[in-house]
């Protein structure tokens, strides 16, 4: 009972320090795809502008979880893909991303108001794309993924509000790269 009551003591410092917190990111979403090369002859290369709502329960000032709802700007490009029986035809490509995510964040301080983070967490990806060209139906689709995220940063805190600058990639198919470079404002409650 004592070592309880010991550890419980040691431990309440830690749990004052308990808030959540919500927060708005903006960021720039950057896509490389590289096509297969036997029906989509070309890449697809381009940087949108990115937006995320965030929040968490920062259990201490070593630990959170948090969780966001983001979206991707408009990417554009065109890409050569091979219809069978017409050949190789130039698509225009547009197509945006929902990014839902949650994740154990971890903090390490660094001087008195600024933390390093790091994280790690599960994301769901849904890509919504449509393709035009000259002569041929309008293909639109919808993909899901879902897989493993990281997310590097610095956040500087200022009391009841934090300042975060991130990096975060996402672990999809082996063709696509998908990184949001960007920056994130939040309030402690």
Do not use: C, W
Request: net charge negative; aromatic share 12%.
């Amino acid at each position: 009972m004592r070592v309880q009551a010991a550890i419980l003591l040691l431990a309440l410092p830690a749990l004052s320090h308990a808030q959540g917190y919500v927060g708005v990111g903006v960021g720039s979403f950057d896509y490389s795809e590289q096509g297969d090369h036997a029906v989509v002859l070309g890449d697809l290369n381009d940087t949108a502008t990115s937006y995320s709502l965030y929040g968490g329960y920062e259990f201490f000032k070593y630990l959170a979880v948090e969780g966001s709802f983001g979206k991707s700007g408009e990417i554009r490009g065109t890409v050569p893909i091979l219809i069978p029986g017409r050949g190789p035809l130039n698509f225009d490509i547009s197509a945006d991303y929902d990014i839902a995510s949650v994740r154990a964040v971890g903090f390490v301080p660094v001087g008195k108001k600024v933390r390093l983070l790091g994280s790690l967490g599960m994301y769901d990806l849904r890509l919504t794309s449509t393709g035009v060209a000259p002569s041929f139906p309008t293909v639109s689709t919808d993909t899901d993924d879902t897989g493993l995220g990281l997310m590097l940063g610095v956040q500087f805190d200022f009391g009841h509000v934090a300042l975060r600058a991130r990096y975060e990639t996402y672990n999809t198919e082996s063709n696509l790269d998908l990184a949001d470079f960007g920056v994130g404002l939040s309030v402690r409650f």
